[in-house]
């Protein structure tokens, strides 16, 4: 029994170590599945206020002789920003700044229109386009919290993964980047009539 003690404990620690290391994979798989899922939501709350500048910019059309040039800008960031696909799992720091530029060429004709409509009284009491001004404010929100969560799911992973002594273990497990503010947000927006 004596002889085969080193032997039971080599094995013991060999596995012990084993089940450290497939514990850690784990748990950083979970952590970028949480990633995944909260990029998801980002992009389900970004979609939701794509849906609704096609009913905006509808509404506005069939309200108003409009000016042209503001109802294209939307349209052309519209589709911009639906033509930019990232994937989760390998996220880059540019990719995501693309994206962000795609949003807020959006959220820029948004405001262009949404200004220019204070022209146009009879556009402004009309019920339909109160609902749809409502549902942006709304949407707006829940990216802003969709983005704030992706951050926080990005801070639990970025902290998990790069920890040592996970990092030993977990190599092909890259840092992820946060959602960061777009140039010039830290200046409050001018609206002129």
Avoid: C, H
Avoid at 109 to 114: D, E
Avoid at 172 to 191: Q, R
């Amino acid at each position: 029994m004596r002889k085969f003690l080193p032997w039971i404990i080599g094995i013991g620690i060999v596995l012990a170590i084993v089940f450290y290391v497939v514990g850690v994979k784990n748990t950083a798989l979970r952590y970028n599945q949480a990633v995944g899922k909260e990029w998801g939501n980002v992009e389900t709350a970004y979609q939701r206020r794509n849906d609704l500048i096609g009913n905006l910019v509808n509404t506005v059309k069939g309200a108003a002789d409009f000016e042209k040039g503001t109802l294209t800008a939307v349209i052309e960031a519209r589709a911009k920003a639906t033509s930019v696909n990232i994937d989760p799992s390998n996220i880059t720091p540019e990719q995501l700044t693309q994206f962000q530029q795609a949003q807020s060429g959006i959220t820029s004709s948004l405001s262009r229109l949404l200004v220019s409509v204070e022209r146009y009284p009879e556009l402004k009491a009309n019920a339909n386009f109160l609902k749809l001004q409502d549902e942006l404010a709304s949407t707006e929100n829940q990216i802003l919290t969709s983005r704030t969560r992706f951050n926080e799911s990005v801070q639990q992973y970025n902290g998990y993964v790069l920890a040592m002594p996970q990092s030993i273990f977990l190599g092909s497990y890259k840092e992820k980047p946060y959602f960061k503010s777009v140039a010039g947000a830290d200046k409050p927006v001018e609206v002129k009539f």
